[in-house]
């Protein structure tokens, strides 16, 4: 949540037409205090959906990975589940037992050896699933260190300077150094030989990546791993591999099967994915598997009792949504495994479709082709030119596509690039319309004799 402050009060009040409001109702209310009275539910729900209209189409938000659309059908399993708690095991027993069931079809598809040992949970996304995954890590490694008698104030944990936030905040929050491999050239991720140098008998884990937030691609897994073994068998030190598949978890599976990334991968200890990026749920579910019981400490799990029957949980927070739990169940039981792979595949076509269209356009250069991730990241051609990427994103939303422009983290930040993430529902169709936009734009700035004046160029989060 971005941070909110408390503001003045004296600011005009919110106001709304008398039409909205039923007869002898106000028809304004203070800006940042709680009104004193009541209104009726009609005026009050037509209020906040015109206070939403500026909001962007979800859409047309080719900035983000998750979900914006579900089926009907879905929608009204998610509506009449709502008051589902996700914490209330023993008062929703079945709404547990779906979470149990996706576990389990989750560890499945990510080839966990063998079949009662993997263990997991859902989260609220894969912000969370980090958070847990990284402290089954650090404390695994407290445990060797006492048990040989080392120091333990000084954990690190080794990723790509690529990483989403998430692991950023896991290791400023548990008190981690963060060791971060620079990108190289054009390499825009990890390699299993930065990684391999960058560890040392401190390291709690290393954190690949499948796939990239920045630019969709894949990093590479099996090499890491492999990096990882000669280290062991070098100097001694084990040091375990967590994915992070917050997209890619629902991808590879269904499109690249030969991929080795999961758990056949005997280093690989866990797993997240985001339920809500490509699992197709919407917004905010996530899962993260361990391999076995070893790879998760027992004293991270707190079993309560109170309320009824024992139930044991590892999680940062306690009430959540069962409903997008249930809504992920929907999905697995209702698209299957070939659903999923015709789902993923069709976003891998219009991808790499659009990418080959913006290429062709003329000043862009493409960084990815949508081949991994169904997200491609361009960047305009090196060259004099009267405008950047960041004015191109800004003209995009004339006609309300949200395209994000952002440069590179370190050893490129002199790389500035746009990236279309393509999920279900975006078609051939909307792809050639948002070439076609792109195209009108360019054409546009191409003509500009002098550069744009004072760019406004708004942070972009990943
Ligand atoms: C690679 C990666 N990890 C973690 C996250 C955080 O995911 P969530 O939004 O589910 O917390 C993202 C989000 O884009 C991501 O791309």
Known sequence: MALQKKLSDDQASVTWTPMYAQQGEAVHAPRFSLPDSEMSPDTAFQFVRDELMLDGNARLNLATFVTTWMEPQAEHLMALTFDKNM????????????ERRCVNMLSRLWNSPSD??????????????????????????????????????????????????CWEKF??????????APLEGDVYHLTAAKAAQLCDENTIGVVGILGST??????????????????????GIDIPLHVDAASGGFIAPFLDPGLQW????????????????????????????????????????????????????????FSRPGNQVAA????????????????????????????????????FELLTHGTELPVF??????????????????RLRDRGWLVPAYTFPENRQDLAALRVVVRNGMSR????????????????LDQLTTPLPNPQHQAFHH
């Not at 914490?87 to 779906?98: F, G, I, Q, S, W």
């Not at 847990?132 to 333990?152: C, E, F, M, S, V």
């Not at 917004?283 to 024992?310: H, K, M, S, T």
């Not at 169940?329 to 891998?348: E, H, I, K, M, P």
């Open 214 to 235: 920045f630019d969709g691609s894949y990093e590479p897994i099996a090499e890491i791993s492999a990096a990882l073994d000669k280290l062991q068998a070098e100097t």
């Open 429 to 444: 169709d909307l792809a050639d319309l948002l070439t076609a936009d792109l195209q009108r734009h360019v054409a546009y």
């Open 377 to 394: 990241a361009f960047k305009l051609k090196d060259g004099e030119r009267n405008y950047t990427v960041f004015d191109v994103s800004e």
């Open 87 to 98: 914490v209330d095991k023993d008062e929703y027993p079945r709404t547990a037992e779906l």
């Open 328 to 363: 992920q169940y929907y999905n697995f039981l209702r698209l299957g495994f070939d659903g999923y792979r015709r789902v993923q595949q069709t976003c891998r076509d219009v991808a790499r479709y659009c990418a080959d269209a913006v290429a062709a356009l003329g000043p």
């Open 171 to 180: 290791c400023r929050y548990w008190d981690i150094e963060p060791r971060m």
């Open 262 to 317: 999961d758990f056949r991968l005997s280093r690989v200890q866990s797993i997240n994915t985001s339920g809500h990026k490509y699992g197709l749920v919407y917004p905010g579910v996530g899962w993260i598997i361990w391999r076995n019981p070893d790879a998760l400490p027992e004293d991270l799990v707190f079993n309560v009792n109170y309320l009824g029957g024992n139930m044991p949980t590892f999680a940062l927070n």
């Open 116 to 165: 009662d040992e993997a263990t997991g949970t859902s989260t609220t996304g894969s912000s969370e699933a980090a958070m847990l995954g990284g402290l089954a890590l650090k404390w695994r490694w407290r445990d060797r260190q006492n048990k040989a008698g080392k120091a333990t104030d000084h954990p690190n944990m080794v990723m790509g300077a690529n990483v989403q936030v």
